[in-house]
T-cell receptor, first 115, second 112 residues
Framework: AQSVTQLGSHVSVSEGALVLLRCNYSSSVPPYLFWYVQYPNQGLQLLLKYTSAATLVKGINGFEAEFKKSETSFHLTKPSAHMSDAAEYFCAVSEGMNRDDKIIFGKGTRLHILP | TAGITQAPTSQILAAGRSMTLRCTQDMRHNAMYWYRQDLGLGLRLIHYSNTAGTTGKGEVPDGYSVSRANTDDFPLTLASAVPSQTSVYFC???????????FGQGTRLTVV
C-alpha cells in the first residue's frame, strides 16, 4: 500500500528566503504525486501534481517540486517566501495504475513565515 | 460551478446518536473519498469509492459506513457516534484514477 512521510510538522522561514518542504513516498507502482495547500478554515487546494511526465513540476504561486525516483522523494520548493505562503501543506500519493486506487495524504507541514 | 457540497458545515452530536454527513458533487467524477482531519495526524482516508456501486475501506474505517448509489452522492454515516469521532470531515472527488482530488469545505463534527 502507498504511504507518504512529510519531514517536519512545522517549518519556519524568513520572508524572502527559500522554502523547502520535504516529502518521501512509498508505492508499489509508479506513483502519482500531489502537493496541496490548506489555508485556515478552508478546504484543500491543489498546488501541483506529478503524473509521470516531466520530473520537475511547476505549480501555482511560484511553487515547484521535483520527482526523484532514486530517493523516493517529491520535495516542494519556492525560491522566495511571501507572508501569504503561511499555511499547511500536504503531500499525497496515488497508485493510479492500480484497479483499487486511493489517494493517501501525509500528516502535513505547517509553514510559518517570519517577517 | 458548485463543485463539491458538504452538509452540514458543523454539527454537535450526542454520543450514541447516529448521523449522516452528506456529500454531493456536480463534476461527474468517478471517484469519491471521505477523509477526517485531526491536529497532528493530517488527513486520514476513511472510505472511498472508485465508481458508483463500489466502495472500499481506507485507513480508519471503523465506526463509519458509506454508500455510492449514484455518481453524484457519497454519504458518510456514523451509526453510533463516540467522542473520538470529533473531527473535521472532508469529502473529495477525482475524475479518474491517478488524477487530483477536489475537496469540499468540510464538516466540523463535535461528539459530546
Amino acid at each position: 500500500a502507498q504511504s507518504v512521510t512529510q519531514l517536519g510538522s512545522h517549518v519556519s522561514v524568513s520572508e524572502g528566503a527559500l522554502v523547502l518542504l520535504r516529502c518521501n513516498y512509498s508505492s508499489s507502482v509508479p506513483p502519482y504525486l500531489f502537493w496541496y495547500v490548506q489555508y485556515p478554515n478552508q478546504g484543500l487546494q491543489l498546488l501541483l501534481k506529478y503524473t509521470s511526465a516531466a520530473t520537475l513540476v511547476k505549480g501555482i504561486n511560484g511553487f515547484e517540486a521535483e520527482f526523484k525516483k532514486s530517493e523516493t522523494s517529491f520535495h516542494l520548493t519556492k525560491p522566495s517566501a511571501h507572508m501569504s505562503d503561511a499555511a499547511e501543506y500536504f503531500c499525497a500519493v496515488s497508485e493510479g495504475m492500480n484497479r483499487d486506487d486511493k489517494i493517501i495524504f501525509g500528516k502535513g507541514t505547517r509553514l510559518h513565515i517570519l517577517p | 460551478t458548485a463543485g463539491i457540497t458538504q452538509a452540514p458545515t458543523s454539527q454537535i452530536l450526542a454520543a450514541g446518536r447516529s448521523m449522516t454527513l452528506r456529500c454531493t458533487q456536480d463534476m461527474r467524477h468517478n471517484a469519491m473519498y471521505w477523509y477526517r482531519q485531526d491536529l497532528g495526524l493530517g488527513l486520514r482516508l476513511i472510505h472511498y469509492s472508485n465508481t458508483a456501486g463500489t466502495t472500499g475501506k481506507g485507513e480508519v474505517p471503523d465506526g463509519y459506513s458509506v454508500s455510492r448509489a449514484n455518481t453524484d452522492d457519497f454519504p458518510l454515516t456514523l451509526a453510533s457516534a463516540v467522542p473520538s469521532q470529533t473531527s473535521v470531515y472532508f469529502c473529495a472527488s477525482s475524475a479518474a484514477q491517478g488524477t487530483e482530488a477536489f475537496f469540499g469545505q468540510g464538516t466540523r463534527l463535535t461528539v459530546v
